[in-house]
Every structure is written in structure tokens, then in C-alpha cells.
């Protein structure tokens, strides 16, 4: 009788099923419940219970599910000038001619923008830099869109001279560093730097707050370091 021998370890791939998933589930599905298990706030129930509803649902209805998805991530860019997410070269916010193009408001995600426009108390422009400057994470200034809106305020022009930045980040410690770092980065150049007023509680999301507080402290921010 041959020497039972394990089989020699496979490399850990990113996209390899995880051994927890349920017995007795065929492969497809398993694959699905995966999927769905590496989105935010989906835990391993309601992968689960999303997978089996696929399963059910209509094949043109999945289909659709499928094609949106596949053309999120194709036909999105970011904006040349914002960075916001977008379909097109420059987004709509960045090309309205009505909007007041003396203030950015710079925010961490795509999501805050939304934030923002929902409280309709902001008509400014933004400026979105994909995350904060974060020490623990090994997040630095360059791998955010920093570089971009230092040009872009550079870039200040008779037609358009930035004359006031306030920074949106989340109240958190990340927060307030990349504040900090944008502040000493920004101020030399004349252009007043803002945060936002205090009542946003601490250890505030900035896509989680809600508008009446958001619009209150957008109105009574204040000049960081003045
Ligand atoms: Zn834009």
C-alpha cells in the first residue's frame, strides 16, 4: 500500500475560496457567497442569504446585476481636476458654471462629496484625496491626491483664484494629521485653510454624519491655526 502523502502546500491566493465556506454547497454558489463575504458589511449569513437570492432571481435580472457591475468598473475614471469619481474627463461638479469656484472643499472618498451635496449648504468645489495620511497604516502624503491639489492651487488663475481650502476629513486622528499636514502644506501660499467646526463629534465618518450637523459645522468652520 502506498505511503498516504499530504499534498504538497498551494500558495494562498487572494481569490482562493475560503476552507470555512458551508459543506454541502455547490461550487458556484460558494464562489458567490466568497464574493460577496470581501464586501463591507457583509457578514457570512448575509453572503449567504444575497448568494441564494441570486440563485432565484430571474437570469436577465442577473444579468443585469452582472453587466452593472462589469460597467462600474470600466466606464468609471476620476476626474481629472477633483479626483471624484466620474464618467467623464471632468466631473459635473468641477465643469458647473455656478458653482463657486474660490473654495475646495477637500474631503478623504467619493462618498463625502455626496455627504456634502446632500446638505445643499456648500457650492463650492472639492477635491478628493482617496484616504488621510495615516502613520499606523503606512499611509503617506504621497499616496494620496495631495500632490494634485497642491498643483491645482498652484494652478490659480485670474478666472479662478482659490482663495479659501476646507478641509473635510473624518474627525479621527488620520483626520486631523492629513489637516495638519495640509495646513502647513497649503497656508504659505496665502490661501486660508479651514476645518470644520467642532460640533462633528469626534471620531466622525464624514459620509455618516448627518446633513443638519454637517451643513452647521461646514457653516462655523474655523482657520486652522489662527
Ligand atoms: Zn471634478
Do not use: W
Not at 473635510?168 to 494629521?177: K, M, S, V, W
Amino acid at each position: 500500500m502506498a505511503a498516504f502523502r499530504p499534498d504538497p502546500p498551494r500558495p494562498v491566493s487572494p481569490v482562493a475560496p475560503r476552507t470555512d465556506a458551508p459543506r454541502g454547497v455547490a461550487a458556484p454558489v460558494a464562489r458567490v457567497i466568497e464574493a460577496f463575504r470581501r464586501l463591507p458589511g457583509i457578514g457570512p449569513k448575509s453572503a449567504q442569504r444575497l448568494a441564494y437570492h441570486l440563485v432565484r432571481m430571474p437570469e436577465a435580472e442577473a444579468a443585469e446585476l452582472s453587466e452593472a457591475i462589469t460597467g462600474v468598473k470600466q466606464r468609471i475614471k476620476l476626474c481629472e481636476t477633483c479626483a471624484d469619481i466620474t464618467e467623464a474627463t471632468t466631473c459635473h461638479i468641477c465643469t458647473d458654471p455656478n458653482r463657486d469656484r474660490s473654495t475646495i472643499c477637500v474631503v478623504e472618498e467619493p462618498l463625502d462629496v455626496t455627504a456634502f451635496e446632500r446638505t445643499r449648504a456648500y457650492t463650492g468645489l472639492y477635491h478628493v484625496l482617496h484616504g488621510a495620511i495615516s502613520p499606523t497604516s503606512g499611509i503617506a502624503a504621497s499616496d494620496l491626491k495631495i500632490k494634485e491639489l497642491l498643483q491645482r492651487l498652484q494652478a490659480n488663475t485670474a478666472d479662478q483664484t482659490v482663495t479659501e481650502v476646507i478641509v473635510a476629513t473624518n474627525t479621527n486622528l488620520d483626520g486631523e494629521a492629513t489637516a495638519m499636514y495640509l495646513q502647513r502644506a497649503i497656508s504659505p501660499a496665502g490661501i486660508k485653510v479651514t476645518r470644520l467646526a467642532r460640533g462633528l463629534p469626534s471620531g466622525t465618518d464624514i459620509e455618516y454624519a448627518d446633513d443638519a450637523t454637517l451643513a452647521h459645522s461646514l457653516e462655523s468652520r474655523a482657520e486652522i491655526g489662527a
